[in-house]
Every structure is written in C-alpha cells, then in structure tokens.
C-alpha cells in the first residue's frame, strides 16, 4: 500500500486521518523514524509542502531537533488543532448505537477511540464503554453473553443483531404467506360452521332452503272459482280463499306436511 497524498486543504478530519494512515503503513514496514520522516513529507503537496519548508526552518531556529515526533506535533497543531481533538471527544462520551447498524457502530467507536488514549489502552474500560452505547434490547443480549475482550463485544454484538434480523424477516415472511382475502376467509367459516351443525340442525336448514326455492314470486294461479289469484292469497269475489303450500307451492294447505 502505498502512502497517500496531503495538499493541504482537507479537514481537520482528513488530516488526522492522513496522519495516521501513514503512522500505520510505517508501522507495517517497521521503518526507523529518520526514513519515516523524509516518506512522510514528500507526500506533502501545494499548500502542504510550503507549510513544511517554513515549519522546519522555524524549528531549526528555535533548537528543536526535526525528527518524526516533532513533525507529528507540529503537524497536529496546524491541521489537527486541539478545539476539534476536544469535539471528538465530546463525540466519544456521547456515542451510542441509535440507528447505526452495529458494524457502522463499531467502526465510528473505533476511529473515535484515537482522541481518548486514557479509554483506548484499557481493555476493560473500551468494552464497557461499548456495550453501554448498544441499543437496549443488544444489549442486555451481549452483556448476557459475558464477551472477555472488547474484540468478542463486538463479534457478539453483530452475531446477535444477525440473528434478530433473520428472526424477524422469516416471522414477516410466513405472516404475509398465511394471509387469506377477507371474503374467502368468511366463505370457509360458514361451511365449517355448517359442517360441525347437529343433523336436526342440518335438516331444517335444508327445509328453508326448499321453501325459498319454491315459494310461489308473482305467479298467477286459479282459484277453486276460476278467477285468478297471485301467490300473495288474494281473495275472490266469491269470498272464498286459495291456498298454496308454503313447502312444495302445489295448490293445497301447508297442514297437510304437519308432523313430516
């Protein structure tokens, strides 16, 4: 991996992170700190270098040996000042998961952990520090799960939110699969509930069947007179009255099927 370039006109961000990436490449390599000094500043660009070239003279004239300590100082002091090392950690204190998955969490808590050395070189301070700042129910999770280091908080954490979100997509999955339309859904309650019927039930059921299907709608029929009647019983003129069974429609009274 190659270093990266720095002109000089990045944020405060930026800088530190340019910072410490080349602290890390150097680190890899093992350089000793004159090599890591002259690799450092010629990846200095435009407004960057000038910066250096006046810099360095300045500590010359001042007795301060130009070394790689010296460069991350003065460094720091120009890009990096000590308002915005205060801002991060305030941003430190304050973090919590809220709407971060815990892999976004996890690497926002760890380039913040840079600004909080006292937090940093405590294993058991940035563990607690992390499992407090996970959301309620992941937290009572992981703390159950007694993690020993802060690399297995953090393994643990994304196991259990893994897990959750698997649970909660295959539960959402067979409730969209066991949903029926409503008019369905009411069909086959009524046949069920006429299936479970006694068979006294069942058959009265079926004789009201029959007699809407064959109730007499507006027909016209002749009484024992010979003058027409509709199938409500109108009477004759004669005064005398048609009947019409209410079970079959045929032209005689409904008592006759009394006791069948």
């Not at 390599?29 to 250096?52: H, I, N, P």
């Amino acid at each position: 991996m190659s270093p990266q370039i720095f002109n000089g006109d990045e944020s405060s961000e930026d800088a530190d992170s340019w910072l410490q990436h080349i602290t890390g490449l150097f680190d890899r390599v093992q350089y000793d700190d004159v090599l890591w000094l002259s690799l450092a500043t010629f990846q200095l660009r435009k407004s960057a270098e000038r910066w250096w070239r006046g810099a360095s003279r300045t500590l010359e004239e001042t007795g301060v040996e130009i070394s790689w300590d010296s460069f991350c100082v003065a460094f720091r002091q120009e890009y990096v000042p000590e308002s915005y090392v205060n801002a991060r950690e305030r941003e430190f204190d304050h973090l919590d998961q809220g709407t971060m998955s815990v892999r976004e969490y996890a690497r926002r808590f760890s380039s913040l952990l840079a600004y909080v050395p006292h937090v940093a070189s405590r294993e058991r301070a940035k563990r607690t520090k992390f499992i407090e700042g996970l959301n309620e129910e992941l937290y009572t999770l992981v703390l159950s799960s007694k993690p020993k280091s802060y690399a297995e908080v953090v393994d643990s954490a994304v196991d259990i939110e893994e897990g959750l979100r698997n649970r909660r997509s295959r539960a959402r999955s067979q409730g969209a699969q066991s949903g029926r339309p409503a008019v369905q859904g009411a069909q086959s309650s009524q046949s069920s509930q006429s299936a479970h019927q006694p068979p006294q039930q069942q058959q009265q059921l079926a004789q009201q069947s029959g007699r809407q299907r064959f109730r007499p709608r507006g027909h016209q029929f002749k009484n024992k007179s010979g003058s027409s009647s509709s199938g409500s019983g109108s009477s004759s003129s004669s005064g005398s009255r048609a009947e019409f069974c209410g079970f079959c429609g045929g032209k005689h009274s409904s008592t006759q099927y009394v006791g069948v």
